[in-house]
């Protein structure tokens, strides 16, 4: 694998082969571990709203991996600024996965259809759509992790621009080197914001025994005031 090659993967439509977790989808409306709680008609009404999406997502990967050296204790990386956080996410990694991912235009064309008229619909959309591509970086995640065993290798958590002290900006620095327009349609705004709506930008690294200290997600960040935080 060459580092300055930027790998795509393309998943199948329906689910993917991510199986959907409807209690994930809940949390993402708020029901914050109380997904028991929500009652038949709104269960009704995301039933609805699965069979209205049947087909509408396409499933996009583009990543590159990349060596690592470190220098006084962080991670020498391509970004223009340097991020305590993600060292500690990285630590003990000889190799970083920098990856892209997204379900694809058409949930966003969805969404904004009923926003107006049917803004429980949306809102239902909304939190399909953010578990469908949360579902795609773990399952993307799940197979390099996979492939690292293979090398004796394992992996850190993902940590994404935005997270803990990496500022958002380090977006600009995914999108130079992933080149995540051509490869994978995904396109970055002035205000840093990603159009398909739902598609993100993540690192991860590798080496040996980097698993024993991995967490995940909000265990891993220090946005403490996230409405979806769960620990």
């Given at each position: 694998?060459?580092?300055?090659?930027?790998?795509?993967k393309k998943y199948g439509s329906g689910d993917g082969g991510f199986p959907v977790n409807e209690r994930e989808i809940w949390r993402y409306c708020g029901y914050m571990g109380m997904a028991e709680t929500v009652d038949d008609a709104l269960k009704e009404l995301l039933s609805e709203v699965r069979s209205e999406l049947e087909g509408a997502f396409s499933y996009k990967v583009c990543y590159r991996r990349m060596e690592l050296s470190w220098q006084d204790g962080m991670p020498v990386l391509p970004f223009g600024v340097q991020s305590g956080d993600l060292a500690r996410c990285l630590a003990g990694s000889r190799?970083?996965?920098l990856f892209a991912a997204t379900v694809g235009l058409e949930i966003d064309r969805h969404i904004a259809r009923h926003q107006r008229f049917a803004p429980t619909k949306a809102l239902l959309m909304q939190a399909y759509g953010a578990e469908r591509v949360e579902g795609l970086c773990d399952g993307f995640c799940r197979?390099?992790?996979?492939?690292?065993?293979?090398?004796g290798l394992s992996c850190t958590a993902r940590f994404s621009p935005g997270y803990g002290d990496l500022p958002l900006?380090?977006?600009?620095?995914?999108?130079r080197l992933l080149d995540c327009s051509r490869q994978i349609g995904i396109a970055l705004n002035e205000s840093l914001l990603m159009t398909p709506s739902k598609s993100v930008t993540a690192i991860f690294g590798l080496g040996e025994c980097v698993g024993e200290k991995r967490r995940h997600g909000c265990a891993d960040c220090t946005g403490v005031d996230c409405a979806f935080r769960t620990v």
């Open positions: 694998m060459t580092e300055n090659t930027v790998y795509v190799e970083v996965i197979e390099i992790a996979d492939q690292a065993a293979q090398e900006e380090t977006q600009n620095d995914f999108f």
